[in-house]
């Protein structure tokens, strides 16, 4: 069975005595995790190694970084390498984020370099993809996505793509309040997998876990989650609030 993720995307949010607060609040819960269930804080990068040392010894529970450098070491001011993350032992990093790709000007070969870093490094890339507004009311979101993908990702070998998590993340579901319906994403999941069924196969495709990124709450998770090809859901701004990640937690299928 594939893995399925509650992803929490914290960006730029919260001092390092609420980071800490807040995963007393959803820690303290002790809800386990089955063998195929995970979850991941991704958490400014000041804060990776003190909320990494909490997560650790909970079994399924990680901390990731929010963004690597495409870069291996050297004269890049404020950049982070994939080598420093490995030597704190941090184990997934989020790539792509629509929120770089727009402010930053990440582009779909940028993001390809930072794939191979995190790959090469053995750090499980969140990879992220999903359409504008304008494309999805013209209908275009397939071949939009389509081309991120095939961008970035499929230069990778089927024994390198299968340590990826793709998250489907549609630009105007984020932080907007207006979340994908469950069919909508449902659909597009599927497409997804489908498409990186033709090129590595079925049995590949069948193990990658595609998460759905967008408003995704407490009162939706449990229906998005329930999609079949949805395999739970990289979370921004309900990841903030304690009891809200948690029933996202909670909503993860047993
Ligand atoms: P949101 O953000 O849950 O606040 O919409 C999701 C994300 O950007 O990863």
Redesign the pocket.
Known sequence: MRKKIAAA?W?MNLTLPQAHQLLDEILGQNISLEKHQEVIFAVPFPYLTEMNKRTFELKNYYTAAQNCSDKKSGAYTGETSVEMLQSIHVAHVVIG???RREYYHETNELLAQKVNMAIGAGITPIFCCGEPLSIREAEGQNEFVAKQLLESLYHLTADEIAKVVI?Y?PIW????GKTASSQQAQTIHAFIRENIAGKYGAEVADNISILY????KAANAVDLFSQPDVDGG??????LVGNEFTAIIKALPA
């Open positions: 995307n960006k984020h629509s929120e998250a993340e579901a984020i932080g907007t990124g967008g408003s995704v990289l979370v921004g701004g309900a990841s």
